[in-house]
């Protein structure tokens, strides 16, 4: 079972935003990356990857699974695959 104590403070930790001091060098990265995101965990935004896409200097878009939750390269590891092979194929 869960101790409610480090539960409520790992949600205290996503309340700020840990990138806001590095956003201007992720930027400037032009390291390739997918953004896959899993749009049924109630605990981030529905906007949250697309920050991601806009900070990430070479990020390739972003690729949402409906429904899916925060552990879900788990469940559609097919998924995660396809994305990384187009990835790397692109690079």
Do not use: C
């Amino acid at each position: 079972m869960a101790d409610p104590a480090r539960t409520h403070a790992y949600a205290l930790g996503l309340a700020s935003n840990v990138l806001a001091g590095v956003e201007a060098p992720l930027k400037a990265l032009r390291v390739p990356a997918r953004i896959v995101w899993g749009t049924g965990d109630p605990i981030f935004t529905a906007r949250a990857p697309d920050y991601l896409h806009g900070i990430l200097g070479g990020s390739r878009g972003v690729r949402r699974i409906d429904d899916a939750k925060l552990f879900f390269p788990e469940e559609f590891p097919d998924i995660i695959a396809e994305e990384a092979l187009a990835l790397w194929r692109a690079a």
